[in-house]
């Protein structure tokens, strides 16, 4: 038996499927941006996935046809955060008239931004993931695509051979002072210096020990 099907159904279908995909995407949004402010007024604690459902204005059951549980959203939500500061470094990066110090600065600036704005997704960024499989994926991606572009600009500055011990450094040294400040504990009226000095310290020092060879 031949059955014919007309162009109209064929396109009635394609429309039907793009339409599906294109709702599932946006609820997919709507979850991540909803748990993002959870996460932002109350930490980690405060995401569960009724809550977010609640807060994205979907069904009860639609957060569970997107994340299997709470470690794989929080994790898609790290993933995503990871993303958008590898994008933010590529871009300082890409601009031939900032110098390599500067470079290194303004994305070191770019890490400190969210610690000081998004403080509970800048934990979330560098804890260890979890969930499922996909989620965990996602977010090591992202994370080996922020540090490659964090390693080249500071490869740009020292040198390729002394690009990691440096990143370490410079990593470890704008954890600290972005805690101090976040915490507290970096007030000008004790310290007589500011985040931002700080930072510039560093990174005219290791500029100094990077052209003296």
Not at 57 to 82: C, M, N, Q, W
Not at 135 to 150: D, K, L, M, N
Not at 193 to 203: D, G, I, K, P, R
Request: charged share 20%; aromatic share 4%; proline share 4%.
């Amino acid at each position: 038996m031949t059955v014919d099907i007309s162009d109209d159904s064929v396109n009635c279908m394609v429309i039907g499927m793009v339409s599906r995909a294109e709702s599932a995407a946006a609820t997919r949004r709507a979850l991540l941006d909803a748990a993002v402010e959870l996460l932002d007024s109350g930490g980690p604690d405060a995401v569960t996935l009724r809550a977010v459902g609640a807060r994205a204005g979907v069904t009860r059951g639609a957060p569970y046809r997107h994340f299997p549980d709470k470690d794989s959203l929080l994790t898609a939500i790290a993933a995503e955060a990871l993303d958008r500061l590898a994008d933010q470094v590529q871009a300082v990066r890409a601009d031939p008239r900032v110098p390599p110090a500067d470079t290194l600065h303004r994305a070191l600036a770019a890490l400190m931004t969210v610690g000081r704005r998004q403080p509970h997704l800048y934990r979330l960024m560098f804890a260890s993931p979890a969930g499922d499989s996909a989620a965990i994926h996602g977010a090591v991606q992202a994370a080996e695509r922020a540090w490659a572009e964090f390693l080249a600009i500071v490869g740009d500055l020292v040198g390729a051979q002394h690009a990691r011990r440096f990143a370490a450094l410079l990593l470890t040294s704008a954890h600290g002072i972005t805690g101090m400040e976040v915490n507290g504990h970096l007030s000008a009226d004790k310290w007589h210096t500011t985040a931002e000095e700080l930072v510039s310290t560093l990174v005219s020092m290791i500029d100094r020990q990077a052209r003296s060879g």
